[in-house]
């Protein structure tokens, strides 16, 4: 498996940053536009439809169409871990789907000073015959999530 970390420092309160990722909108305003995403469902545990705080549990069925090439993706991505304390939280989530045999992503918020450090780190492997080159999603990753924080600064970021 390969392991893709990428952190920033954000000139915002630490409530701010986990309460933008603790819903839907957070995801969809951090997803690259060329990705082509779009959520099919939001359900809890339990099956039923929430449109709040996601939360342990939580599975998101969302369908992308990155550059519109081949044919769309289905992802289910559920809510693994979550736990917020005063200074520190991290929620983890698992995505099902092509082409990854497995995706795990973890996302840590850090309170430093007055800012937040976000720390993202997916734990992955391709499928298949692709398995051995895995690492060579890391441009991908690296361009994807640089998109990532710098949507982030553009939407949280306080002078």
């Excluded at 819903?23 to 039923?48: A, F, Q």
């Excluded at 991505?77 to 983890?92: D, G, M, P, T």
């Excluded at 430093?112 to 391709?126: A, N």
Aim: charged share 25%.
């Amino acid at each position: 498996m390969a392991i893709f970390t990428k952190s920033v420092r954000l000139n915002s309160d630490f409530e701010e940053v986990w309460n933008f990722h603790s819903t839907i909108k957070g995801l969809e305003h951090l997803t690259p536009s060329w990705m082509n995403l779009e959520i099919k469902s939001i359900k809890d545990s339990s099956g039923k439809k929430i449109k709040g705080e996601l939360v342990t549990g939580s599975q998101i069925m969302a369908k992308i169409h990155p550059f519109h090439i081949g044919s769309p993706i289905i992802w289910d991505v559920q809510i693994l871990e979550r736990e917020k304390q005063q200074n520190s939280a991290f929620f983890k989530d698992h995505v099902s789907g092509k082409p990854f045999q497995r995706w795990v992503h973890t996302h840590t918020f850090l309170k430093q000073e007055g800012k937040t450090v976000l720390i993202d780190q997916v734990d992955y492997k391709l499928e298949g015959l692709l398995g051995p080159f895995s690492l060579l999603c890391l441009p991908l990753f690296w361009a994807m999530f640089t998109m990532r924080q710098y949507q982030l600064r553009k939407l949280l970021d306080r002078p």
